[in-house]
């Protein structure tokens, strides 16, 4: 079977990761079928479209997206399958739902992502569980693999691959290139630290224009003579 557009792939593995095995045991994690966190992402090429230009071959492992293999219920209660289903074990994958391929045992990005580790937040005053900094995993060219970067907060697509929680981004949403020396600690708070400078200069500049810095030097000089002529 060969489409005119698209890829053909079967799921590897069953659609859902519900269970988790311990030891000798199964833990159930989920019973849903629209929770798309617990959706099988690996799928296997069984044959690439006729038209257009690919670097994916058959037999390629692939990570896809995760509204693939899912199930939904629509208005009336009634399971249904994707528009992608063929059957059970062949499915329908537009070029834009190829998310990752892997040849000679490496994952391979299509154009125009870049995946990255996002970094823990250490800092206990923060709600925040991360900073919107990453060290690049998988890249398509744009960044080098292992350079810190930051990314636009709108710009991450969370996977697990290969056991590592990674988020997929828009290689045009990474914002900003850090120093990365493997010190984990200390690049976050470089890269924090940049990003104060950052703003602080966006404030400097919109203060220039509104006539407030002129102000505040002013405010400034007053004060310190006026403390002298004490």
């Known amino acids: 079977m060969q489409s005119v557009y698209n890829f053909v792939v079967t799921p590897i593995g069953q659609r859902y990761n519900n269970v988790k095995k311990i030891g000798d045991k199964e833990l159930i994690l989920n019973t849903e079928n629209f929770n798309h966190e ?8 069984i044959s690439i479209p006729k038209i257009g230009d690919t670097d994916v071959n058959v037999g390629d492992e692939v990570i896809v997206h995760h509204n693939i293999f899912r199930r939904w219920k629509n208005v009336r209660g009634i399971e249904k399958n994707s528009r992608n289903y063929i059957d059970e074990n062949t499915y329908l994958l537009q070029p834009d739902q190829l998310f990752l391929y892997k040849q000679n045992n490496v994952w391979q990005v299509p154009k125009g992502y870049c995946w990255l580790q996002p970094i823990k937040n250490k800092n206990k005053f923060s ?5 919107l900094v990453g060290i690049v995993k998988y890249t398509d060219g744009t960044v080098n693999k292992n350079s810190l970067v930051g990314f636009h907060a709108s710009g991450q697509y969370e996977f697990v691959v290969d056991g590592q929680r990674l988020y997929r981004v828009l290689s045009n949403l990474i914002t900003i290139k850090y120093e990365y020396h493997g010190d984990e600690a200390a690049t976050k708070k470089l890269a924090i630290f940049d990003a104060f400078e950052i703003l602080n200069r966006i404030q400097e500049e919109e203060n220039i224009l509104e006539g407030k810095e002129t102000e505040k030097k002013d405010r400034v000089f007053k004060g ?3 403390g002298r002529s004490r």
Do not use: M, P
């Open 38 to 45: 617990y959706v099988n992402r690996l799928a296997k090429v």
């Open 127 to 131: 709600i925040d569980k991360e900073q």
């Open 224 to 226: 310190f003579a006026e």
